[in-house]
């Protein structure tokens, strides 16, 4: 049984308040990863995940996932108002579940389409974006914070290493694969520690 289709969620309100859209329209909301995409949160005493994602052209999105097998007809979004928002709060996604984006052009073309704003993916061939809780991953460099924070970093001597992580490395043995992020975080910073390089910027991995 579906347990989506115990709560009926257009019920919910929009969670993106009107000066999210305001700042969001203008440019200058500076923590929009916290709206848009996927969010497990609890709305009325109800779990599950909000979604929000901008598609200013669409005709119809909808949320489409291993929790609704697929099915785009289930969990239409709501546009809100002229911002290219739209949103919905589906009960009882929980993380880890598989999700993207069905959209459907003014032309009626219907294609689907990953998160942008996703904090976590599937690795290839899967392409689905994932539902997670950032808040869940715990960070091991309060040595490097505490560091950092005691020193004047704009008088240390700076030497960047640009790089783009799609062509810096494969493993042949395994059909050329691309690193994952936690293999790159070893091999890259070793290498770049061996080249005496101080900071690593890297190229749009979106």
């Not at 709060?89 to 009626?108: A, H, M, T």
Request: with cysteine.
């Amino acid at each position: 049984m579906n347990t989506t289709a115990k709560h009926e969620p257009c019920s919910y309100l929009p969670i993106l308040t009107d000066f999210d859209l305001y700042l969001f329209n203008e440019g200058r909301h500076h923590k929009i990863y916290e709206k848009l995409g996927a969010h497990l949160t609890t709305v009325n005493g109800v779990k599950g995940a909000y979604f929000a994602v901008w598609a200013p052209c669409a005709e119809r999105v909808s949320v489409v996932g291993n929790f609704n097998q697929w099915d785009g007809s289930m969990h239409h979004m709501r546009p809100l108002g002229s911002s290219g928002v739209w949103e919905i709060f589906i009960p009882n996604v929980s993380q880890g579940d598989l999700y993207k984006y069905e959209i459907r052009s003014s032309s009626g073309e219907v294609f689907l389409k990953a998160d942008p704003y996703a904090f976590y993916s599937e690795l290839r061939p899967g392409t689905a974006s994932v539902v997670y809780d950032i808040d869940n991953f715990k960070w091991n460099d309060d040595e490097w914070i505490c560091q950092r924070d005691c020193c004047n970093m704009f008088e240390k001597p700076m030497s960047i290493y640009e790089v783009h992580l799609g062509s810096w490395a494969r493993v042949p043995e395994e059909m050329d694969r691309y690193l994952t992020y936690r293999e790159f975080a070893d091999k890259l910073v070793e290498y770049v520690k061996d080249m005496k390089y101080t900071h690593i910027e890297l190229l749009p991995v979106a």
